[in-house]
């Protein structure tokens, strides 16, 4: 398991575009490594062709993307065509899948106990880990077989996470490119003019308390 803030440890694996060595792979940019119960299966090719779709947002926001799924390279290079065809993509898969022999499904922490193989052996979730620049963890998430990921939702959590990397703000519940943030609460009330210029909101609360803290998306 990794936790946030700690280094993603580095692997090698084989993908469906040779050999990856992570750290390497990761140049300077953003990553998120994602994983699937398995090839061929119904979930996962509407996920990676959702996920395909979206690459020219992802690269726009700096971020590589590479998927995991315990089924050799072969099987990944056929299930590509799969999902391409479901998808009406056409060309080279934009991301590379990586062939897990399970090493790296029990290293991380991404198995799934309640869906298992014909073999008995438990399947990997649907697991997104989101690296920074820095090879830090900066998000997990983890989800059952059974349930697909929302990837416009990857995609905000990646607005967040690097607007809220730079900026003393965090964003409240549904925020969207754009929205209003909050001010963080070890943030000083004197010191809100200079951080803040385009102004800060406080909203009164029964408590009293001024946490509520408003302001613009910063710059
Ligand atoms: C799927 O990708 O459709 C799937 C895989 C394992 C269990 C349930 C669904």
Not at 88 to 99: D, R
């Amino acid at each position: 398991m990794v936790n946030l803030g700690e280094i993603f440890p580095n692997f090698t694996a084989p993908t469906s575009q040779g050999e990856i060595t992570f750290h390497d792979w990761l140049e300077d940019k953003w990553g998120i490594l994602f994983s699937h119960p398995a090839d061929y299966t119904p979930v996962c090719t509407t996920e990676l062709g959702t996920v395909a779709k979206l690459v020219p947002e992802f690269t726009k926001r700096n971020v590589k993307l590479i998927a995991l799924s315990i089924d050799d390279v072969d099987s990944h290079n056929g299930w590509i065509k799969d999902i391409q065809a479901d998808s009406q993509l056409t060309g080279e898969f934009p991301f590379p899948i990586i062939s897990d022999n399970r090493d790296l499904a029990v290293k991380f922490g991404m198995l799934d106990p309640d869906e298992r193989d014909k073999a008995g052996l438990p399947l990997t979730a649907r697991c997104v880990f989101i690296v920074g620049p820095d090879k830090k963890l900066k998000l997990s998430l983890l989800y059952p077989a059974t349930t697909g990921r929302n990837f416009d939702e990857i995609l905000r959590v990646v607005d967040s996470l690097q607007l809220t990397a730079t900026k003393k703000v965090a964003t409240p519940a549904n925020w969207q490119q754009g929205g209003d943030c909050m001010v963080i609460p070890s943030v000083k009330q004197e010191d809100i003019p200079k951080l803040f210029p385009k102004g800060v909101t406080m909203k009164p609360v029964p408590s009293g308390k001024s946490y509520l803290r408003y302001t613009p998306q910063p710059e």
